[in-house]
């Protein structure tokens, strides 16, 4: 019971007509095709009364047939007369279904105007863009302090690795001049004899001193 007394829409009243022109078109087109039938019935009348003498009966006729052949025409009128109404309601709906968008859109933006501060607004886009410049500075900076300490640490360990070989060939050197030591030593026989001939002199005196002879 309810949708009964609902209240029609635009869209729902645009559809209603639109279905109304459509069936008046399909009627127009009927009653067209029965016209075109008659013509030709009629040309074929009016060829056999010709045929039989029957002058009179020719032009009766005759006048009905360019009667019915006027009807047809207006049917063709009238046919062009519903296209344009039917393309008419759709522009007509699809300009109101554009007003009913715009004036949407107008009260949103007006609502957002009244509460949007312009100056507020442009300071924070210019406090945005001044941090975000900040940030790209604070950004480089840190990608050439850490490309400054790759580069730093990359040429430490080639330099460490330069000492190393430098370190590596000194002490072969050294390791060959220490396993050439003991043989250097054996050519020197007095160093040893005179370490023992000085102990023993130091021997000799002590125990002098402790027999108490000067």
């Known amino acids: 019971m309810a949708s009964l007394f609902k209240k029609k829409t635009v ?77 008419q309601t759709k522009v007509m709906n699809s300009q109101m279904k554009m007003a009913g968008a715009m004036s949407a859109t107008a009260k949103t933006m007006q609502a957002v105007n009244k509460k949007m501060d312009p100056q507020k607004t442009l300071q924070t886009m210019q406090d945005f863009q001044k941090e975000n410049m900040k940030m790209g500075m604070t950004e480089d900076m840190i990608n050439d302090t850490l490309d400054e300490i790759f580069d730093e640490s990359g040429d430490e360990e080639e330099s460490q690795d330069i000492v190393n070989q430098v370190l590596d060939e000194i002490g072969i050197e050294i390791s060959g001049k220490m396993v050439r030591a003991p043989a250097a030593g054996k050519n020197l026989p007095s160093a040893s004899p005179k370490r023992k001939t000085q102990i023993s002199d130091d021997e000799i005196e002590r125990q002098l001193r402790a027999l108490g002879v000067d």
């Open 11 to 87: 869209d729902d009243i645009i559809k209603e007509q639109t279905k109304e022109l459509r069936g008046t078109q399909r009627q127009i087109t009927r009653d067209r095709a029965a016209l075109e039938k008659q013509e030709k019935q009629m040309e074929m009348e009016i060829k056999k009364m010709a045929k039989s003498g029957n002058r009179e009966a020719c032009k009766i006729l005759a006048k009905q047939l360019v009667q019915l052949r006027k009807q047809k025409n207006r049917t063709y009128a009238v046919s062009s007369k519903v296209t344009s109404m039917s393309t």
